[in-house]
């Protein structure tokens, strides 16, 4: 199979574009599709600061790789969950990259806010360790950017990771969920702008530009992901793919264009109050971030490392 | 004298060895895995579905889906 650019031999088929490229003509794809994306949704502009949400993995990697050489001025934020050798490996993995773009790493340490790690402190309150996971990065990533004055949260979420939230959602018909997916969501008071420069690519794609690129990603999934419904979600999604390319690009595209109708008709949102501890959005006196250091916490609310690369 | 070089396939931390030669997209149905869920790497670089897979390849398949 030849590249349909140069006509050298082929390293990637993309049967969703009708099309094969070398790695070179592949990464230029890429970065231009992603260029295309941050463009067309109004991600990111030259004056933004945007901080990349890592996790050692290969889409928050290569995310914030593709925005350095974007030229994009962005810095990392890792939260270290406390899952033994997992998040030790994930750490080094964020670090190797922070060495290599000569970027900041901020870290959050889980264990040291409670002095237990996300399973025993999911155990004891009869928590999934994804939903309480999920409460505590919200926060502290949104929290990195207010303390530190960054403008953006970019995050690594990927078609497949969309599409599959979508049809799980549909599945179930979570209609509270249902259409609050976008590429971007706009920043309000205390909240800062989130966007997923990644929405419209695969993750066979951001793989391969991992690949392409040598960035040493993480290659094990959190213990925790395991038996998960969405890794049941995107295998169904990619055995569909396989004898009918683009359909998930279809999927999440319909979406995004109903998405749009679908908020345009003006949702009803409950008034949110603030935390009376750190004024962040909540419905309650405390938010939930606040409740759980309340509770559970073992020291100062939040705490960042800042990792800065020794100059090259 | 055909199984003297066998293709070594590393596929989740274990290494299987092939007899013949294959192309990727035989490869990965051998192993019911999906195209569009793992790529295939030969000697170290990204191949295609139709590539021929040599005898004394070192061949490794990438799972690509991750998260929860």
């Known amino acids: 199979m030849k590249c ?69 001025s962005a810095d990392g934020i890792y939260i270290d969950l406390g899952i033994k050798e997992y998040s030790h490996i994930s750490l080094v993995k964020t670090r190797q990259m922070a060495d290599r773009l000569h970027r900041r790493l901020y870290s959050f340490s889980f264990s040291e806010a409670f002095s237990k790690g996300v399973k025993e402190l999911a155990r004891m309150m009869k928590r999934p360790p994804c939903s309480l996971c999920g409460t505590i990065k919200r926060y502290v990533m949104n929290r990195a950017c207010t303390d530190y004055g960054y403008s953006v949260l970019a995050t690594g979420h990927n078609l497949d990771d969309e599409a599959s939230a979508l049809l799980g959602n549909m599945l179930h018909w979570k209609e509270e969920y249902l259409w609050k997916k976008g590429v971007v969501l706009e920043a309000e008071r205390g909240l800062a702008k989130k966007v997923k420069p990644f929405f419209l690519c695969s993750e066979k794609e951001a793989a391969a530009y991992a690949l392409l690129n040598n960035i040493d990603y993480i290659y094990d999934e959190c213990p925790y992901s395991l038996g998960a419904k969405t890794l049941l979600y995107k295998s169904l999604l990619n055995r569909v793919e396989d004898v009918s390319p683009a359909t998930k690009i279809a999927f999440l595209k319909g979406y995004l264009k109903r998405a749009k109708a679908e908020g345009s008709r003006g949702q009803e949102q409950e008034e949110k109050g603030s935390c009376s501890v750190c004024g962040y959005p909540s419905y309650g006196e405390q938010c939930n971030f606040c409740r759980l250091m309340t509770k559970f916490g073992s020291g100062p609310a939040v705490r960042f490392d800042v990792y800065v690369p020794s100059e090259p | ?60 398949i990438v799972r690509v889906i991750s998260g929860g």
């Open chain 1, 4 to 72: 349909r650019v140069c006509g050298a031999q082929a390293n990637i088929r993309l049967p969703q574009y009708n099309s094969a490229l070398c790695a070179g003509d592949f990464i230029a794809f890429f970065e231009k599709r992603v260029s295309g994306t941050i463009t067309k949704y109004g991600l990111l502009s030259e004056q933004d600061r945007a901080l990349v949400a890592v996790s050692g993995g290969k889409d928050s990697l290569s995310l914030w790789h593709l925005l350095d050489r974007l030229g994009f």
């Open chain 2, 1 to 60: 004298m055909c199984y003297e070089f066998p293709m070594t396939v590393e596929w989740e931390g274990k290494i299987h060895e092939i007899g013949k030669r294959v192309t990727v997209a035989r490869l990965l149905d051998m192993f019911s895995l999906s195209k569009e869920a793992h790529l295939v790497t030969s000697n170290g670089t990204l191949a295609t579905e139709d590539l021929m897979l040599e005898r004394d390849d070192r061949v490794r």
